[in-house]
Nanobody
Framework: VQLQASGGGLAQAGGSLRLSCAVSGRIFSRLVMGWFRQAPGKDREFVGGIRWSGGSTALADSVKGRFTISRDNAKNTVYLQLNSLKPEDTAIYYC??????????????????WGQGTQVTVSS
C-alpha cells in the first residue's frame, strides 16, 4: 500500500483547506484510513479516521464541527476537509493506513503505512 498526501498550504484563520490522500496497491475490506498531525515539538496527534468499508468516521474532539473526513472509492482517495481553521491547526498532516482493524484507532502505532505528510500553516 502506498499513500500520497497532498493539498496542504497556507490559510488564514477561519479559512479552509482540503487534504487528499491517494491510496494505491491492494485495498483490503478491513482498511481503516487515519489522519494525524504533528506540530513542532509535539507528539503526533490523531485528527480523524474513516473505515474504507462502510465509511463510518471518527474525529478528535479538537476538530469536531470543523473538520470532516470522506472517501471516494472510485478514486481510491480519502479527503480531510479543514474548515474554520485556527493557528493551532498548524502542523504537518499525515495520512495512514491500518490493515488490521475494523474500527478507527487513535494510536499511531496501529497504522501500518504512512504518507509523506503535507504542511498546513494557518496565520492569525
Amino acid at each position: 500500500v502506498q499513500l500520497q498526501a497532498s493539498g496542504g498550504g497556507l490559510a488564514q484563520a477561519g479559512g479552509s483547506l482540503r487534504l487528499s490522500c491517494a491510496v494505491s496497491g491492494r485495498i483490503f475490506s478491513r482498511l481503516v484510513m487515519g489522519w494525524f498531525r504533528q506540530a513542532p515539538g509535539k507528539d503526533r496527534e490523531f485528527v480523524g479516521g474513516i473505515r474504507w468499508s462502510g465509511g463510518s468516521t471518527a474525529l478528535a474532539d479538537s476538530v469536531k464541527g470543523r473538520f470532516t473526513i470522506s472517501r471516494d472509492n472510485a478514486k481510491n482517495t480519502v479527503y480531510l476537509q479543514l474548515n474554520s481553521l485556527k493557528p493551532e491547526d498548524t502542523a504537518i498532516y499525515y495520512c495512514a493506513a491500518d490493515l488490521s482493524r475494523v474500527v478507527v484507532s487513535t494510536l499511531p502505532i496501529s497504522y501500518d503505512y504512512w504518507g509523506q505528510g503535507t504542511q498546513v500553516t494557518v496565520s492569525s
